[in-house]
């Protein structure tokens, strides 16, 4: 099944924008008739008929309106970007895929980039959210000083931190069905004052393991961590 | 710590590779008389003196042998190609610095690619795991035909397996402390004869969760849950 994206969608407003068009049209060479899948990147997605295969606004109708299954638990990663912005786009797929709700960057002590554009971070998310079949696009937050990240709400707040005297696996403290914000650190993982200020705010500082791993790797595992546990046995 | 990889390292075989000896040299700028960490790949740290800082070989002498902490699991990724070979090239870096021991190229009914060129990936690894620290470098075995991909041995063998009936996730099947093998099928899955005949080999098939995942991502999620689960409560 293509999905296809169009954040304004609404009873007045059935039509796909220019890129979409595009691709549906001219690439997958859709007609009036066929059948195609729209989401609003808002939790639904909308079975609906092209009424107008136009390659620049494509029109349809909705047959029928349907809610993406419920999830009980939210994901929202804070993460320092990474210094290769091809780093930071994989780990923006890779989270989509594994259901990231939210992620906001860091800008910190340590941090290796001052400036980043989340347009193009946004497209990658899309595209993720459209190839995993999710209706829900996270939320990408620009650069935030670290200090602001610990102000936001969730049931559970971790910072992760590479310290081997550290015995808290996030697989052992995470517990299922709540909201969750994780903090992953840049290059040169935060500073002692950072970690002392989160643990102040009530962040629980968690290990990822023992292996030494790079940013993004360290912020799809905690999404595929956050997402199994999940899981009754 | 610059981490430097030498696979033929020995008493008779003290220097660096001409590319290494050039990065240690010319890039890093060692001299003669500097500390550097050597690994031949096969599990063990070399703290070594430079007794010759020549930019095409560079010699140096060994002051003490480490052996990398023993792990007491073994990670055997078996996976179909994915048809993007920068795709593939990430999940060897990610699975490298997640700690798998070997990699498998799968030739199955639904593969995408009917050759891979291995040294390409091995350079990756190589990379990944100086990059993470490692002594041991991952096992990258070229494209295999799913049918011999079932004799090999571990104490426990799973073939991840999209199937929403399927309530076994591979958090709960696998068991810390063992050798796994899991299999990962591509964009198309495996066909039901070779679901089959993975589970007349006694494989047993797990799920990974709800998320739709591109190959690599399960790839790399599976490598994650399974280190994960080694760690005690």
Not at 18 to 34: D, Q, Y
Not at 98 to 116: A, C, K, N, P
Not at 145 to 154: E, G, H, V
Not at 209 to 215: C, M, N
């Amino acid at each position: 099944m293509q999905l296809f994206f169009q954040p304004d969608l609404s009873e007045n407003h059935c039509w796909l924008t220019e890129e979409e068009s595009r691709h549906c049209v001219k690439v997958l060479r859709k007609r009036e008739g066929e059948a195609i899948v729209v989401t609003d990147g808002c939790g639904f997605f909308y079975d609906c008929i092209i009424t107008k295969a136009n390659t620049q606004k494509c029109e349809f109708k909705i047959q029928e309106k349907r809610a993406e299954p419920k999830k009980l638990f939210r994901i929202h990663l804070a993460i320092a970007p990474t210094k290769n912005p091809d780093r930071l786009e994989w780990l923006v797929e890779k989270a989509t895929e594994l259901g990231v709700d939210e992620i906001t960057l860091i800008d910190g002590d340590h941090s290796e980039r001052s400036f980043i554009k989340t347009e193009r971070l946004l497209k990658v998310a899309i595209s993720a959210m459209k190839q995993s079949q999710k209706a829900t696009l996270p939320i990408i937050n620009p650069l935030k000083k670290f200090s602001s990240i610990l102000d936001y709400q969730a049931d559970q707040k971790f910072i992760a931190y590479v310290d081997h005297s550290n015995p808290k696996h996030l697989l052992h403290e995470a517990i299922k069905e709540k909201s969750y914000l994780i903090c992953i650190g840049p290059e040169g993982d935060f500073s002692q004052a950072e970690l002392a200020s989160a643990i102040g705010a009530g962040f629980v500082k968690v290990s990822l393991g023992d292996s030494r791993l790079r940013t993004e790797t360290a912020g799809m595992a905690a999404c595929c961590l956050l997402n199994a546990i999940q899981v009754s046995v």
